[in-house]
């Protein structure tokens, strides 16, 4: 059962757009939800992250929203850039799970030039 | 700050060899460190946790006989994938956690491509 899900296993933008990554998730016991981006043959790379408490945090190009009610977050990039081009993960905790991470399959943003 | 390296990046070797990885954390101590390993195309699938100076616990389905994890100092973790074959080829990852209240993200490593031949 896939709790942490991106639906959309590709996105393809234009450089200066603005690329919105989305993820769902079913266990609303998640206390935590985390976005990591992903080069072929590397580990992931965290990004930002976002507290149940919260339904916003920023960081520089990068805004994460969370919609609780919907089960729902999104991964706002603005302006984009070529070098954005990955693999986006978007991940949830558990709380009392000893730090695991439940991961969904991964969005790759290709950002044209 | 929060380096994670893994060793070696890339090893091929023959069927029913036994092959040992290993993740550290370069600057900080690690009191939980985890296994993933990715197949192409595929998310990151948790093998199991591991943690300083007691036994891993495998998530459901990863063989705790096949793939040994040792977790020896709060800097080191080792995988030893034993007597492998061809569908163990994967990508493996590993992540380490301070363990500090309010570190909420996991360091990744770069990762290990195994190839078994």
């Known amino acids: 059962d896939q709790q942490v899900k991106q639906n959309s296993p590709s996105l393809s933008v234009q450089e200066g757009r603005i690329s919105i990554l989305n993820c769902d998730y079913t266990?609303?016991?998640?206390?935590?939800f985390l976005w990591y981006k992903k080069y072929p043959a590397e580990g992931p790379t965290f990004l930002i992250s976002?507290?149940?408490?919260?339904d916003k945090n920023e960081d520089g190009r990068f805004t994460v929203f969370l919609n609780k009610s919907a089960k729902h977050l999104s991964l706002h990039i603005v302006p984009s850039q070529p070098g954005d081009s990955a693999v986006y993960f978007c991940a949830a905790r558990v709380p009392g799970s000893n730090y695991k991470l439940t991961f969904g399959k991964g969005t790759l943003l290709t950002v044209n030039p | 700050g929060a380096v994670v390296s893994q060793h070696p990046s890339r090893v091929i070797c023959k069927s029913g060899t036994s092959v040992k990885i290993e993740c550290r954390s370069l600057d900080f101590q690690a009191t939980t460190m985890f296994w993933y390993r990715q197949f192409p195309k595929q998310s990151l699938m948790l093998m199991a946790t591991?943690?300083?100076?007691?036994?891993?616990?495998?998530e459901q389905g990863v063989e705790k006989d096949k793939f040994l994890i040792n977790h020896a100092s709060l800097t080191l973790s080792t995988l030893t994938v034993t007597s492998a074959h061809p569908e163990d080829s994967s990508f493996y990852i590993c992540?380490?956690?301070?363990?500090?209240?309010?570190?909420?993200?996991?360091?990744f490593g770069p990762g290990t491509r195994l190839l078994v031949l």
């Open positions: 976002i507290s149940s408490i919260k």
């Open positions: 591991s943690n300083e100076g007691s036994k891993a616990t495998y």
């Open positions: 992540s380490a956690h301070p363990g500090q209240r309010g570190a909420e993200t996991q360091y």
């Open positions: 266990n609303s016991m998640f206390d935590y």
